[in-house]
């Protein structure tokens, strides 16, 4: 998967805000809906709960970081918006990819890894 389009627009923010699913973390929120369009697009949000402009940047820059990590294990054809929160701010990119990928695998965004052979091979 290369690059992935930017979410934008104030009606698509509310159609996944009411009609996406969603998975919530003191870190993130996450959430995920198809779109007919066969292309990815993300979102973030920050909103003046998180703290000033240098809190909330920083915010998006972890998050947009630990997404990019990820976007390569992320199906096509999905809108995704995350939301910062106050702790969001104060992580590093590598703890909120780790929620961000659990986050989007029990959404449906990521496939589940297939489990190992536990017996090896006989």
Same mark, same amino acid.
């Given at each position: 998967? #290369?690059a992935?389009q ?7 923010? %509310?159609?996944? *805000?009411? =009609?996406?699913?969603? $998975?919530?973390h003191?870190?993130l ?16 949000t920050?909103?003046?709960k998180?703290? #000033? ?6 915010s998006?820059?972890?998050? %947009?970081?630990? *997404?990019? =990590?990820?976007?390569? $294990? ?31 695998q ?11 052979d ?5």
């Amino acid at each position: 998967m #290369g690059a992935f389009q930017v979410l934008n627009q104030n009606k698509d923010f %509310r159609t996944l *805000y009411y =009609h996406g699913k969603s $998975q919530a973390h003191p870190w993130l929120i996450t959430y995920v809906r198809r779109n007919r369009l066969g292309i990815t697009r993300v979102g973030i949000t920050t909103s003046k709960k998180i703290g #000033g402009a240098v809190q909330r940047s920083r915010s998006r820059r972890v998050i %947009r970081e630990a *997404y990019r =990590h990820l976007m390569a $294990q992320v199906r096509d054809g999905v809108d995704i918006v995350f939301v910062a929160r106050g702790r969001t701010a104060a992580c590093k990119s590598t703890q909120v990819a780790a929620v961000m990928q659990k986050q989007l695998q029990a959404l449906g965004a990521i496939p589940e890894a297939a489990p190992e052979d536990a017996g090896g091979a006989r």
